[in-house]
Nanobody
Framework: QVHLVQSGGGLVQTGGSLRLSCRTS????????MDWYRQGPGNERELVAT???????DYSESVKGRFTISRDNTRATVYLQMNNLKAEDTAVYFC?????????WGQGSQVFVSA
């Protein structure tokens, strides 16, 4: 069985930082691209950041330069470091991967950025 278990998140003031973690099991982690999505209040779920198996990263324009996605293949874990947080970053964040055509999601981590 595939499991994605998230940790991190919480309440932070504007300009602050948070780090999200997503520990996986049940997949050959090192070969899988991993993503972070978020869903803000009343919004569609949107792709925030992606990291390939080789470590290539890509970001949405709204977070580029502030967020960093990384992976530790020895721990089968993907991270999202979020710096200079803004009120509009308030959302539930989800890690994600695809295996054999199926989508797998973490349980979600609430991030609330206060003005």
């Amino acid at each position: 069985q595939v499991h994605l278990v998230q940790s991190g998140g919480g309440l932070v003031q504007t300009g602050g930082s948070l780090r999200l973690s997503c520990r996986t099991s049940g997949i050959n982690f090192k070969i899988h691209p991993m993503d972070w999505y978020r869903q803000g209040p009343g919004n569609e779920r949107e792709l925030v950041a992606t990291i390939t198996s080789s470590g290539h990263t890509d970001y949405s324009e709204s977070v580029k330069g502030r967020f960093t996605i990384s992976r530790d293949n020895t721990r089968a874990t993907v991270y999202l470091q979020m710096n200079n947080l803004k009120a509009e970053d308030t959302a539930v964040y989800f890690c994600h991967c695809t295996r054999a055509g199926y989508d797998y999601w973490g349980q979600g981590s609430q991030v609330f950025v206060s003005a």
